[in-house]
């Protein structure tokens, strides 16, 4: 079913500005990225919201001029069942929108001709043979992956890297519009969510370099108190010498604090505001060297600023003899259960995107295919029977705030992720000033129709912030064949997150917003803070436009063989030769955001193996 006329009545289209009327091309691009029961999903909202259009005037909601198309929208709003449905339905039809009005506006987005990435050294999976064989494979090429490769190559190792997704250069980024980058970089194009009350999205990358391609570029260490935990409560006794291993890190990275000239006015309010608060905040430190404030991090940095692992890591991967396979769905590790004892590890089995599958023996294999996808591959390959594995689920729940200022803010020109407001990060609220290219924030406008098209309008005045709960581990990853996420929100971090957006509404206030959107349906707006706290109490998580990030802990490392699936040093009990070294191997939350973390720990475990080795290690 065509969505022209929902799109018309959502947008208030009147026929006089052309960009509306592309924007149900844009959805249907949108629509087809991602999983089939998704896009079933949002066919069959439209579907019954044009029903209930004929219902009441007789017409589809395209053969009614606007003055009905929005009387109808109307009369969904008032009705406390359907309105929900509406509110589903902005989401992807804002992500189009954006897309559309930014090409529209004089200028553009623009930037510099982009540099000439480091060579990798990738290949289909249609052109690898159908058998080979290497010393070590390493299944996932993001944040962990990369760094174990790197790791193991040094040490002499013939490796494989094995990427479900494909290789994207920083000229690609820079030759096509965000959102159509968007559907190719993320897993079910973005659309990735945790079923539970309220369901999460929880989008990650998948591409050469993971969601390393994708992420904000923001770098925390792990927080001293956090390794603590993870050494003395967990017995993941690596976390005692992250020190060293952060640091070597970093230096790869490049990281360092984000220069004010480039941090954008989105951010420089965050920090005005903070400043007349008196609370603890400052630009973030970001592995962007040289960042042209192009805004558009989370879909591929287009001027190669941004120093994700297929720019940083896997470069030096590759020139110590690694080589990265493309297009590869491992669909389970080979097992050798000739020996007595435990089976070891033998290779892997690869399915190619035609259906035919490959293999590549080896005595070691690295998993590194991220918290929500480790869990379904060690099932697939028999190795799934600990209590805990796939349990013990982390990320970080987070909401929006948007604050409305006289001068124009233009969020979108500056950098993505600016300025850290840890204030009450001692309470496990980090809130950072988190701006997108249009449509792609997980702050949603309020409205519909002429009120949803006036707050596109003035998005050019809108400052919005972020805040990211450090949750207690409340999920579960189930699933053999395909993933399928579980995510209770505890309550204690549902009313965190309540404190938060009343943080953020009141450093908005204090940077000089006249008014404040919550992102709440019920509540979306408030003139002060006596007004905000009012409408805050009478809501709570549930009403929120929430998603989530940085998944992690499901196959947790630790001394309790009865409640860590890995050893303290990051293998996986049960087997001879299999590493976890992605996110999922972090005991807990790590209550910053997790790159570094998660790059020390596969750097810590990867070179323990070859210490212990003391040569070409078979773990």
């Not at 998005?459 to 995510?487: C, F, K, N, W």
């Not at 929430?546 to 001394?559: E, I, Q, R, W, Y």
């Amino acid at each position: 079913m065509s969505a022209d006329g929902f799109v018309a009545a959502l947008l208030a289209d009147t026929g006089d500005d052309g960009w509306p009327a592309r924007v149900p091309n844009r959805l249907d691009a949108v629509l087809a990225s991602m999983p089939g029961p998704a896009r079933a999903g949002v066919h069959a909202a439209v579907a019954a919201v044009e029903v209930y259009a004929v219902a009441r005037t007789g017409r589809g909601l395209a053969a009614l001029d606007p003055d009905g198309r929005e009387e109808v929208l109307g009369a969904l709003a008032g009705r406390p069942a359907l309105a929900p449905l509406l509110d589903v339905l902005k989401v992807p039809v804002l992500l189009a929108a954006g897309t559309e009005r930014l090409l529209a506006l004089p200028g553009g987005p623009t930037h510099g001709p982009a540099p000439a990435d480091p060579p990798l050294d990738c290949t289909p999976a249609h052109a690898w043979p159908g058998r080979s064989t290497a010393d070590a494979v390493v299944v996932g090429s993001g944040a962990g992956g990369a760094v174990a490769a790197r790791t193991l190559a040094r040490a002499g190792l013939s490796v494989v890297v094995l990427e479900e997704g494909e290789h994207h250069s920083t000229a690609s980024f820079g030759r096509r519009a965000p959102l159509d980058r968007f559907a190719d970089l993320y897993r079910d194009g973005g659309a990735t969510f945790a079923l539970g009350n309220p369901p999460l999205l929880l989008p990650v990358g998948r591409a050469v370099g993971g969601t390393t391609v994708v992420n904000s570029g923001t770098c925390y260490r792990t927080p001293a108190p956090v390794l603590d935990r993870w050494s003395h409560r967990h017995g993941f006794r690596l976390a005692d010498r992250f020190g060293p291993w952060l640091d070597e890190i970093e230096r790869t990275l490049r990281v360092a604090t984000q220069p004010l000239d480039v941090l954008g006015h989105n951010g420089l309010l965050a920090l005005a505001g903070a400043e007349r608060l008196g609370w603890k905040a400052a630009p973030l430190r970001r592995n962007a060297p040289g960042c042209q404030g192009s805004c558009q991090c989370v879909v591929g940095c287009p001027t190669g600023a941004k120093q994700s692992v297929q720019l940083s890591v896997l470069p030096a991967a590759c020139a110590a003899g690694a080589r990265i396979v493309t297009g590869a769905r491992v669909r389970r590790i080979l097992l050798d259960h000739d020996r007595p004892g435990e089976p070891r590890a033998a290779g892997v089995q690869v399915w190619r995107p035609d259906g035919s599958h490959l293999e590549i023996l080896s005595p070691l294999v690295i998993t590194a295919a991220g918290a929500l996808q480790t869990p379904p591959l060690l099932r697939r390959s028999g190795l799934g029977g600990h209590p805990r594995l796939g349990r013990n689920l982390s990320v970080h729940p987070a909401t929006s705030v948007a604050g409305r200022f006289t001068e124009t803010v233009t969020p979108w020109q500056g950098v993505l992720q600016s300025a850290g407001i840890e204030e009450l990060h001692d309470q496990g609220i980090l809130i950072e000033a988190t701006a997108s290219p249009p449509g792609m924030s997980s702050f949603v406008l309020p409205g519909l129709g002429r009120a949803l098209r006036r707050e596109l309008e003035r998005a050019d005045h809108l400052a919005t912030l972020g805040a990211m709960i450090a949750d207690r581990p409340s999920g579960r990853v189930q699933g053999r064949e395909r993933t399928l996420v579980r995510y209770a929100l505890d309550r204690r971090d549902g009313d965190r997150l309540m404190t938060a957006v009343r943080a953020m509404g009141r450093l908005l206030f204090a940077a000089g917003a006249h008014e404040v959107l919550t992102g709440i349906p019920r509540a979306p707006r408030a003139r002060s803070l006596g007004e905000l706290d009012a409408l805050l109490t009478a809501v709570d998580a549930r009403h929120l436009h929430l998603s989530a990030f940085h998944p992690t802990g499901t196959v947790a490392a630790g001394d309790n063989p009865q409640r860590a699936p890995a050893d303290p040093e990051g293998r996986l009990r049960g087997v001879h030769g299999v590493l976890i070294a992605d996110a999922s191997v972090l005991p807990s939350c790590p209550e910053v955001n997790p790159q570094l973390s998660v790059m020390a720990a596969a750097l810590g475990i990867t070179e323990t193996l070859v210490e212990r080795a003391g040569g070409k290690p078979d773990a």
